[in-house]
């Protein structure tokens, strides 16, 4: 393929899926990997790991945008991302382990999973459990454990995860929770792609496309995020989820 091609694929396959990632708290992976693989043809492996380099730049202009709207926790991202950076590497080095099939079906699984998460997640209770200050650390550590390990496998974020687990257990509001995820998603990104590097998975061609796309497409997300509510896009997304990854499952 020719490497403007290449790069026209990722550009435009980072604008959808920082857009994406930036209005739902999402790394832009779930958008991003389908893309990838279908347009430009590269497999399934390879997508996960040029996926998780673009998130690296989702998650940070996201997290920028919402930063400015005072829509994030510093200190909760901080524990979220000392263990999602540690696990992530193990969930890379496990998606390489398995066969093409296998991942492919195992994305499918995620991302249906993913969809109907997001699709209830403007009707999660906010439950105040009562946890003191150390009790809620280690709450936090477990998510991010969870999530890390989650982001590295299929090359996502995680916050189609992180995002409900911190609304429902965490006692955090929805746009809060979507702003601190995104911070906490900036290393463990980091650390995935960089062990999906090292294995092989990740296609330089269409990574300087997708990380361009991805910093000016989260940006106008997390942006609109702030401004709109997003109840009709977050369901049409999650329809649209649905159904790239049953298309997945039966692969």
Do not use: C
């Amino acid at each position: 393929m020719p490497p403007g091609v290449k790069m026209t694929i990722g550009l435009v396959s980072g604008l959808l899926g920082g857009f994406f990632g930036g209005l739902l708290g999402l790394g832009g992976g779930v958008i991003m990997i389908p893309l990838m693989t279908w347009l430009a043809r590269i497999t399934q492996h390879r997508a996960h790991g040029t996926s998780l380099v673009a998130v690296v730049f989702t998650a940070l202009s996201g997290a920028g945008a919402y930063y400015i709207h005072g829509k994030l926790d510093w200190k909760i991202a901080l524990i979220l991302a000392a263990s999602a950076t540690v696990t992530a590497r193990f969930g890379a080095r496990f998606a390489h382990s398995l066969s093409e099939k296998g991942l492919k079906k195992a994305f499918g699984f995620f991302l249906v999973f993913a969809s109907v998460m997001l699709a209830a997640k403007g009707y999660l209770p906010i439950k105040n459990l009562g946890l003191d200050w150390w009790f809620s650390g280690v709450l936090f550590l477990m998510i991010g454990s969870l999530t890390g390990f989650v982001s590295g496998l299929m090359g996502v974020g995680g916050g189609g995860i992180m995002v409900p687990l911190m609304v429902i257990l965490g006692n955090m509001g929805q746009h809060i929770a979507q702003g601190t995820s995104l911070l906490a998603m900036v290393p463990a990104s980091m650390s995935g792609a960089a062990t999906h590097y090292k294995l092989g998975n990740v296609d330089t061609g269409l990574a300087w496309g997708l990380s361009i796309g991805s910093l000016i497409g989260a940006y106008f997300g997390a942006t609109t995020a702030n401004l709109f509510p997003e109840l009709y896009l977050r369901i049409a997304f999650a329809a649209l989820g649905v159904w790239v990854g049953t298309r997945y499952i039966r692969a």
